[in-house]
C-alpha cells in the first residue's frame, strides 16, 4: 500500500514555484504574466501525464521549469517557415506542395502591401466580383464558357456534388471510389454531399454497359475520378469522358426527371501537356472539356503549380449555379491566393515560358543533364566548405517523384550528392538538419547514406543553407 509520499503527484511543482525558477524568471521580461502561467500550467500538465502514464516517476523542478520557458520561447519562433526540400519529391504535400512562380509572389507581396481591386471594378466604381479576376485566363487556357475557383479541389468537388448531385443518383465506377489522402475519400464526400453514390463495375474492369444499367430517371451524374496516386495496371478497362459524353446524351434525350451530368474530379490539372512523360502524360483540363465533360475540377497547387485552391470549369450556366450557391461563400479564395493564381495563370499565356518559370513545371520536366549541373555545383560547395575527414561525398544517379498524387508510375531521372558519412552518421545527422537547423533541410535517406537531389531545389541561396547545415553539424561533433 503506498504512502502518500511515495504518490510521485503530491512532488509535482506550484504553478508558483515554477514561475520564479531561474529558467522562467531570465525570459520573464519577454512575456506577460498570463502568458508564463500559461506555459507553467502546460509544462506542469505534462509532467503529470506523464507520472500518470508510467513514463516519469520522479518529476524534477528544473525539467519542468525549462520544458516551460521552451514553451515560451516556441512563441516567438515562426513554426510555419521555409524548408530546403532535397528529397526529390516535387509536389510534396507535407512541404506545401508547389513552390510560386517569382511573378506570383510578387503579385501576392503587392496585393497585400495595400488595398486592392478584390472586389471593386474600377471600369464602373461599382462592386466588383472577385470571382472575375481569374476566370477569363482559366477560360482562355482551357477553353471552358466559365470557371469559379474555391479553397481546394476538395472544397470544388463537394460543391459540385452539392449543387448537382444532392438527393438525386450520382454513378462511379468502383475503379475510382478512391481515398486522396488524409480523410478525402470519395464515399464519404458524396455523403456528405447528400448525393445518392451508385457504384458500377468491378475494381479493375468497368464496361460501358456497367454505366448503363445504372441509369435511371434519377441519375444527376456520372462522375469520373482520377486515379491520381495509384495506376492499375493488367487486365483493366475504364470508360473515359467519351464514352460518358455519349450515354448521357442518349439518356438526355430519352427524357428523365434530371439532366445527366458529366464531372470529371482530375485532380491534378494540368494546363500544359507534359511531353517529357510521354505516355504517362496525364490529360489536360482542355482535353476533358473538348471529349465532352460539362463540368471538370482540379487542384491549383498540383500539376498547375500554383497556390492551393480547386478550380471547377464547364458551362456557363452550371457555372452560374455554383457561383449563386452558399458554399461559394463559405469556400472562397482570399486575395493573397487569387493573386497567386492569377499571376500563375498568366503565365501559361506562353507555353514553353511556364515550363521554365513555373517552378513545378521546371523540376518535372528539367533535363537531368540540367539537373547534373546544379548537384556538381552543390558537391563543389560542400566539397570546399566540410572537412575531408568529415565525409565522402558523390554524385549519383537517382529517380525523383512527381508526388502529390500526380503521375505515379513516372520515374523521373535526377542527380543527387551522395554523402557518405566518415564521422557521425545518417540518421542523426538527417535529424539534425530537419529539427535543429534555423531552416530545416528535407534530404533523402538510403543506406546509411543522405541523399541531397538537386531537382528539387530553388534558389542558390538554398546551397548556402545546405552547406552550413553540414558544416554545423560536423563542429557540433567535435565539440
Ligand atoms: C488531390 C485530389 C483531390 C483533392 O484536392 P485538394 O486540392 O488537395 O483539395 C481531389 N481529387 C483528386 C482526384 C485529387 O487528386
Redo the contacts with the bound molecule.
Sequence with gaps: MPTNDNNPLRHLPQIEQVLSHPSMTCIAAAFTHEQLTGVARAAVDTARTRIREGVCTNPDIDDIALDAANRALLFLKPSLRRVVNASGVIIHTNLGRSVLAKSAQQAVADCVSGYSTLEYDTQTQQRGSRHAHCERLICALTGAEAAIAVN????A?MMVLTEFAAEHEAVVSRGEL?E?GGS?RIPDIMALSHARMVEVGTTNKTHVSDYERALTKDTAMLLK??P?NYRLIGFTEAVDIHGLRRLADQHNAAGGNTETLVYE????GAFAHLDCFGTYAEPTVAESLKAGADLVSF?G??LLGGP?A?IIVGKRELIQRLKDHPLARALRLDKMTLAALEATLRIYLEPEVALTEIPTLRMLCEPVEETRKRAQALMDALEKALPKRCAELALTDEIARAG??ALPMCDIPTVCVQVTFLVGDAQKCERFLAAENNTPIVVRLKHEQILLDARTLVDDDEMDIMVAGFRTYFEKLDS
Design positions: 481546394n479541389n476538395a472544397a468537388v478512391v486522396i478525402f475520378v482520377h491520381s474530379d482530375q485532380g491534378s487542384s497547387d498540383k492551393q480547386g502529390g498524387g
